[in-house]
Structures are given as C-alpha cells and as structure tokens.
C-alpha cells in the first residue's frame, strides 16, 4: 500500500541543534484518512550520542494537546537526513491537525527546520512522552521538517 506523506516532507532552508529536555512540536494538517505509520525527523547533521523520543499530538485550539502516540526513539542516529520510526499504527483524518513533536536527550544533532514556520515547546525531561503536552510557548520562526506517513 502507497504511504502519503504530510507536514514539513523536505530539508527545510535551516538547522539548529534545540536544547534537550523540551518538548518541541510543530502543526501540520493532515490530507489523507488512514493509519499513520511512521513519523520522522530530518537531520542536518548526526552521529552524535542524542536521541530523539517522536510523538503525535492533538490539536487544542491552536497549540499541543493530548497525547495520541509516543512513537519511540530514534537512539545515537548515523546519518543526516530522515530519520523515522516504522511499524505504527494511529487513525488520523483527513481535514485535521496534528502536532508531531520530538524531545532530544542532548544537542548534538542539528535538526532542519523551516524560518518561516513556528513550532511550540515545554519543558520536559527526555523520555516517554507527557500526556498532555503541557503550558507551552510559542517558538516563531521554526517550522521543524518532520513528516507522518499514512497508509
């Protein structure tokens, strides 16, 4: 079955490394009904000692609500480029929002991101994701390249 893809599917027109131990997530909206499959994060930069916990969140009016999906971690990535968890399974409908969020344990790796998007972030000590995201702040200017596959 083809997998359709949505959120940031490209290497952004920046990268940072993002301070461990937050939150950060960004809203994409969903085009396809399915079952989201996979979740990724592009890197610039990698192989160094971080890992990167992925989630799905709910949209609430406009920022990261409830936990839909702790996806796992991507540990010590080797390479640059898309890094993603596979084998997933969470219904999502066309027409929605959808937070996809990471949490780093270091910063190590340099994360690509878009400057003219915005992203949120809380502060959270690197393991399972928090149910909900939690007070957030707004974080202009960062539109993380992360992606959801949906099949």
Do not use: K, Q
């Not at 609430?60 to 936990?67: E, F, K, M, S, T």
């Not at 344990?105 to 690509?112: I, K, L, R």
Request: net charge negative.
């Amino acid at each position: 079955m083809a997998v359709t893809y949505f959120g940031n599917n490209d290497s952004g027109n920046a990268h940072t490394t993002f301070t461990a131990s937050y939150n950060f997530g960004t809203r994409f909206l969903c085009g396809t009904t399915g079952t989201l499959t996979e979740i990724g994060l592009n890197l610039y930069a990698a192989g160094a000692t971080d890992s990167f916990r992925l989630g799905v969140y709910a949209d609430n009016a406009g920022a990261p609500g409830a936990l839909l999906l702790d996806a796992g971690a991507v540990v010590n990535p080797a390479s640059a480029g898309w890094n993603s968890i596979t084998g997933l399974s969470l219904a999502v409908s066309s027409g929605i929002y959808y937070w996809l969020t990471f949490n780093n344990s270091t910063a190590a790796d340099s994360v690509c991101y878009w400057s003219t998007g915005n992203s949120y972030y809380a502060a959270h000590a690197y393991g399972a994701l928090v149910d909900p995201f939690g007070a957030a702040t707004l974080l202009s200017g960062y539109g993380m390249c992360m992606r959801a596959g949906v099949t």
